[in-house]
């Protein structure tokens, strides 16, 4: 597609559920990254994909965290066990592998947890 | 690492004015500057970017100022315009060529 797609845009799930957040980037970019939108707040790394490298799941802030990405391309991002303070904005991004190009985001997938 | 600090957290201006927000980072090896646009409910957009190799770069209203030596890089906005309203963040390229972003500026143009 032309930019960066996030499944589902909107998500409500109770607390101690799982719930899996969908990226699809844009076709040829091999580098795709997800980040983290408290309400207010700044864009807070969790994980970076690039090509067939191991990722970089630094950001990660517990093991409920998790993702993949198959084929090089769509990922999915899964939190385990959903806590109230995972309620936040999941946005999803993608680039070449020359960053010096930027990256393009989706418009994310507005997670809340009740 | 990398470390980005953004100020102001917050711009109010006249519609008309103009405004400027700047960013400091730390790692000299960053080359490559972009700034982001994000409107309410929606990603942040790639509104300009600056390489390390340039001081200064212009596109209609908006422009972005580099200095290298001093680890700082700034943008304007001039004629501002209700519709510049929202927030803008900086980011630049770590050692890993990772972009690290600023903590954002909330934008509020009054008219």
């Known amino acids: 597609g032309a930019g960066v797609s996030q499944s589902p845009s909107n998500k409500v799930t109770e607390k101690g559920k799982d719930v899996e957040l969908r990226c699809d980037p844009i076709?040829?970019?091999?580098?795709l990254y997800w980040y983290r939108q408290s309400l207010g707040q700044g864009l807070e790394f969790l994980i970076y994909?690039?090509?067939?490298?191991?990722?970089?799941k630094s950001g990660l802030p517990s093991d409920r965290f998790s993702a993949e990405r198959t084929g090089g391309s769509v990922s999915t991002l899964t939190i385990q066990r959903t806590q109230q303070e995972d309620s936040a904005v999941y946005l999803c991004?993608?680039?070449?592998?020359?960053?010096?190009?930027?990256?393009?985001f989706g418009s994310g997938t507005r997670l809340t947890v009740v | 690492g990398e470390n980005v600090e953004q100020h102001p957290s917050t711009l109010s201006v006249q519609e008309g004015d103009s405004a400027v927000i700047k960013c400091t980072y730390s790692?000299?090896?960053?080359?490559?500057f972009p700034w982001y646009k994000q409107e309410l409910g929606k990603g942040p957009q790639l509104i300009i970017d600056?390489?390390?190799?340039?001081g200064e770069k212009k596109d209609q209203r908006i422009a972005v100022t580099l200095n290298k030596t001093a680890k700082h890089f700034s943008l304007h906005i001039t004629e501002t315009q209700p519709e510049d309203s929202a927030v803008y963040f900086c980011?630049?390229?770590?050692?890993?060529?990772?972009?690290?972003f600023g903590a954002g500026t909330q934008v509020v143009v009054t008219p």
């Open positions: 991004a993608s680039s070449t592998a020359d960053t010096n190009y930027g990256y393009t």
């Open positions: 076709s040829g970019h091999t580098a």
């Open positions: 994909f690039q090509g067939n490298s191991a990722p970089d």
């Open positions: 790692d000299s090896a960053s080359n490559y």
């Open positions: 600056i390489r390390s190799n340039v």
């Open positions: 980011a630049a390229t770590d050692s890993w060529g990772k972009l690290q």
